[in-house]
């Protein structure tokens, strides 16, 4: 039996609810770090299944989603930094990527030590697997764009352009496990209930 300690770790990262998305653009529709890693976890999920299933990958296909599930963990403490300022100028994006790195340590020293090793790799993004990153980060940017879209198709003109730019990231993705969840589940999301249930 391991020595009991008391750890702050899912306490600190349950805070992910109170953290708003998109904080500086108005919002017809809310979302939290929470509920955004949740969705992220399961088009990662999908992603990787895809992957694997019609295009010969051997992603482990749980890894991925553990890692999804923790990608956005850093957030409570660094805050959502919103994409326009993040990738602003390269010193900026170096900035920025220097504090993320130093809040996924923080978050892996709250866990007990004979943790750790187990969440590395889904913490501390510079050791992450590189091709689960590469899905995550695909996952994460349909996200995106499926946000932008909800907002645009509500009236929302906040988020035309940046609409245009997520999906332009897209289409940059030379990914088939990508473009294969756009057509297929993407055109859904524009629907009502009522339509969803015909």
Same mark, same amino acid.
């Given at each position: 039996?391991?020595?009991?300690?008391?750890?702050?770790?899912?306490?600190?990262?349950?805070?992910?609810?109170?953290?708003?998305?998109?904080?500086?653009?108005?919002?017809?529709?809310?979302?939290?770090?929470?509920?955004?890693?949740?969705? $992220?976890?399961?088009?990662?999920?999908?992603?990787?299944?895809?992957?694997?299933?019609?295009?010969?990958?051997?992603?482990?296909?749980?890894?991925?989603? $553990?890692?999804?599930?923790?990608?956005?963990?850093?957030?409570?403490?660094?805050?959502?930094?919103?994409?326009?300022?993040?990738?602003?100028?390269?010193?900026?994006?170096?900035?920025?990527?220097?504090i993320e790195h130093e809040a996924d340590r923080e978050l892996l020293n709250l866990l007990p030590a004979g943790?750790?090793?187990?969440?590395?790799?889904?913490?501390?993004?510079?050791?992450?697997?590189?091709?689960?990153?590469?899905?995550?980060?695909?996952a994460d940017t349909i996200s995106a764009y499926l946000k932008c879209k909800a907002e645009v198709q509500a009236?929302?003109?906040?988020?035309?352009?940046?609409?245009?730019?997520?999906?332009?990231?897209?289409?940059?993705?030379?990914?088939?496990? $990508?473009?294969?969840?756009?057509?297929?589940?993407?055109?859904?999301?524009?629907?009502?209930?009522?339509?969803?249930?015909?």
């Amino acid at each position: 039996m391991p020595t009991q300690v008391k750890s702050h770790f899912y306490a600190y990262i349950s805070k992910l609810r109170w953290l708003q998305r998109w904080g500086m653009k108005r919002n017809v529709i809310n979302e939290n770090v929470m509920e955004h890693s949740w969705e $992220v976890a399961t088009i990662a999920h999908a992603l990787a299944l895809i992957k694997n299933r019609y295009f010969d990958g051997k992603v482990d296909v749980n890894a991925v989603v $553990v890692a999804a599930l923790y990608h956005d963990c850093s957030e409570v403490i660094t805050g959502d930094m919103p994409s326009p300022v993040k990738y602003h100028t390269p010193e900026l994006t170096r900035a920025y990527k220097a504090i993320e790195h130093e809040a996924d340590r923080e978050l892996l020293n709250l866990l007990p030590a004979g943790l750790q090793d187990d969440f590395r790799p889904v913490l501390v993004e510079a050791e992450m697997d590189p091709e689960q990153m590469s899905l995550i980060k695909a996952a994460d940017t349909i996200s995106a764009y499926l946000k932008c879209k909800a907002e645009v198709q509500a009236g929302n003109q906040e988020f035309r352009q940046a609409e245009l730019d997520v999906g332009a990231r897209l289409q940059r993705y030379d990914s088939p496990e $990508v473009t294969f969840f756009l057509e297929t589940f993407a055109p859904s999301y524009g629907l009502t209930l009522d339509e969803l249930l015909r």
